[in-house]
C-alpha cells in the first residue's frame, strides 16, 4: 500500500520493523484469529507460535516470541518468524498483516478517544521522505481506509504514544 513511497526492495534490506526488542512487542502486528491456522510455519519452515487476545469483541492473533530472547541485553531483537534473513517477508502481498502493509502508519486512539492516522517517528527509510508525499497519500484515501480496517478489526487501534506525528 506504500509502495509509491517504500520500495520493496528497500524495505526488504532494512527488516527494521520486523525484528522486536523486548519492549517493541507491542509493535508486533496484530492479525484476525484465522490468520494463525492459515500460516503455521515461518521462514526456512519453522513451527510459529501464536498467543491471542479480544478487543471489544474481536478476537485477534499474534506471534508469541517471549520465549525466543537469548540473553538479558534490552537490545536484543527476535525476527518475526515470518523474515527471511536474506529476501525479507516470505508473506505474500495479499497474506501479509493489515498492520505490516501500512507500517510505518498506524491507527492510533489519541487521548480525546477519537482514531487518528500517525507516522512512526523510528522508520529509516520514511525518514528520507517528504512529509507533504506521506500527507498527501494519506489524504487520497489510504487514510480513510485505514481507519475503516480499525473500526471493522479494533484490535489493530494503538494507544498514542508521544513522537508519532497524526497525519489525519
Ligand atoms: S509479517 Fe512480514 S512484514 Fe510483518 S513483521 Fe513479519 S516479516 Fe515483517
Not at 500460516?39 to 516470541?65: D, I, M
Not at 525476527?79 to 498492520?99: A, N, V
Not at 479494533?154 to 498514542?160: A, G, L
Amino acid at each position: 500500500m506504500l509502495s509509491e513511497v517504500l520500495s520493496k526492495e528497500s524495505c526488504a534490506k532494512c527488516g527494521f520493523c520486523c525484528s522486536f526488542r523486548r519492549q517493541s512487542l507491542w509493535e508486533l502486528p496484530r492479525m484476525p484469529e484465522s490468520f494463525a491456522s492459515e500460516h503455521t510455519t515461518g521462514a526456512g519452515g519453522a513451527s510459529v507460535k501464536y498467543e491471542y487476545g479480544e478487543e471489544k469483541g474481536a478476537r485477534y492473533c499474534v506471534t508469541f516470541l517471549r520465549d525466543e530472547y537469548r540473553t538479558d541485553d534490552p537490545e536484543e531483537e527476535v525476527r518475526c518468524p515470518f523474515l527471511d534473513p536474506q529476501s525479507g517477508c516470505i508473506l505474500s502481498g495479499d497474506d501479509k498483516p493489515f498492520d505490516c502493509s501500512i507500517w510505518p502508519l498506524r491507527c492510533m486512539r489519541l487521548p480525546d478517544g477519537g482514531l487518528h492516522v500517525c507516522l512512526t517517528p523510528t522508520c529509516p527509510e520514511i525518514n528520507r521522505v517528504p512529509a507533504e508525499r506521506m500527507e498527501k497519500l494519506v489524504e487520497d484515501g489510504l487514510g480513510e481506509r485505514i481507519i475503516q480496517y480499525a473500526e471493522k478489526y479494533p484490535f489493530m487501534v494503538k494507544e498514542y504514544r508521544p513522537g508519532f506525528t497524526v497525519l489525519k
